[in-house]
């Protein structure tokens, strides 16, 4: 069996108009919610195998905040550029190619492409993954080449101050 988990960055502050979007930090509101989620996941004692990140403050600085919440290695947090501007496509190709030795992966990452993800990969009819917005989902599958051929079954979708378990 292989999961990806799909978590949307934490609110970002949109306050200094000079600051490239790329650079754009958390708000402190979404600081506080990157622990709350990442919280929830140790209790479920969720551990992923690999973490990737887009290079953006904000998805960074999130993924850093669960990698230290999960006793991840931070040192072992792949930063992938390609996230930052990906699509669906970008992003399923991105999976495929990850290494079968790894058995759940968590991506760090943006709208719209994060939603056009989870719901493709489910089957799923989500407006929008909720920032911080947190979403497991599993397959009976050997190798990530699968994947595309596959539906997934959501294992949980997690918010800031509420998790939904499985629907």
């Known amino acids: 069996m292989k999961s990806v988990i799909v978590a949307r960055h934490a609110k970002s502050t949109w306050k200094d108009k000079f600051i490239e979007d790329i650079d754009r930090p958390l708000k402190e509101r979404g600081i506080f919610d990157a622990y709350d ?6 209790e479920k ?3 992923p195998d690999l973490m990737l990140s887009s290079p953006a403050t904000r998805a960074l600085h999130t993924a850093i905040i669960f990698s230290r919440l ?3 290695p931070l040192y072992r947090l792949a930063i992938h550029s390609e996230i930052y501007s990906a699509n669906l496509i970008d992003l399923m190709e991105l999976i495929e190619r990850t290494s079968d030795e790894f058995d759940t992966i968590m991506m760090f990452g943006h709208d719209p492409s994060f939603t056009n993800l989870v719901n493709r990969l489910a089957n799923l009819d989500l ?14 599958i050997d190798s990530w080449t699968e994947i595309s051929k596959k539906k997934g079954k959501l294992a949980f979708y997690l918010k800031p101050n509420r998790a939904l378990n499985s629907v």
């Not at 989620?37 to 140790?42: C, D, E, G, T």
């Not at 929008?128 to 397959?139: D, E, P, R």
């Open 37 to 42: 989620i990442a919280s929830k996941l140790k």
């Open 127 to 140: 407006e929008k993954v909720a920032t911080t917005g947190t979403v497991k989902i599993n397959f009976q």
């Open 70 to 72: 999960l006793d991840y």
């Open 45 to 47: 004692e969720v551990v």
